[in-house]
T-cell receptor, first 121, second 112 residues
């Protein structure tokens, strides 16, 4: 079953409104989660790294005021697309790493959520 | 230029045939992940490789990471319609064991 869950899976909103997408790790704690964006028929591009209890780290070219990330707990990170415009329409996917029992940072599997498709009218 | 090259971009095979997808980087791959994605859906984790020369298999899918840790291949034996989808390789090329850089994906179709 899924170990990382995203909600909503699909959302349609009007231009100018804000949309929040949630990413939850279901049976493990994730101090770090990652948000990716995928355009049609293209690969995933990392947008930002969400850090529990601290500010997110954004990749170059990603507007932090546009894409607000909050990681308030060890199992939940949220991405809010503020003042959405049609060009923000995309598929947003989050991921979290589940470490092995030994806590070795190099052995954890990286799981992805089901994705959230945002359509801005 | 793409940091992670995936080939082929698309592939159509007849059911029962074998196929191989390649993922190549000019940088050391500290970790290499293979995922499958159906269009518009999330990624399904297939396998993770970390050590040079490592090979893992699950059901009819085998993934290998070369000794130099710059190339990985995904091999499907006796393909089935259920194998159809987009295969993505994601690599840790920074050594941070965290964020991944993805290849462009390979779209696989399996015909009857």
């Amino acid at each position: 079953g899924a170990v990382v869950s995203q909600h909503p899976s699909r959302v349609i909103c009007k231009s100018g409104t804000s949309v929040k997408i949630e990413c939850r790790s279901l049976d493990f704690q994730a101090t770090t989660m990652f948000w990716y964006r995928q355009f049609p028929k293209q690969s995933l591009m990392l947008m930002a790294t969400s850090n529990e209890g601290s500010k997110a780290t954004y990749e170059q070219g990603v507007e932090k005021d546009k894409f607000l990330i909050n990681h308030a707990s060890l199992t939940l990170s949220t991405l809010t697309v503020t003042s959405a415009h049609p060009e923000d329409s995309s598929f947003y996917i989050c991921s979290a790493r589940r470490f092995g029992l030994a806590g070795d940072t190099n052995t954890g599997e990286l799981f992805f959520g089901e994705g959230s498709r945002l359509t801005v009218l | 230029s793409q940091e992670l090259e995936q080939s082929p971009q698309s592939l159509i095979v007849q059911e029962g045939k074998n196929l191989t997808i390649n993922c190549t980087s000019s940088k050391t791959l500290y970790g290499l992940y293979w995922y499958k994605q159906k269009y518009g859906e999330g990624l399904i984790f297939l396998m993770m490789l970390q050590k040079g020369g490592e090979e893992k298999s699950h059901e009819k899918i085998t993934a290998k990471l070369d000794e130099k840790k710059q190339q990985s291949s995904l091999h499907i034996t006796a393909s089935q319609p259920s194998h159809a989808g987009i295969y993505l390789c994601g690599a840790d090329i920074t050594g941070t064991a965290s964020k991944l850089t993805f290849g462009t994906g390979t779209r696989l179709q399996v015909t009857l």
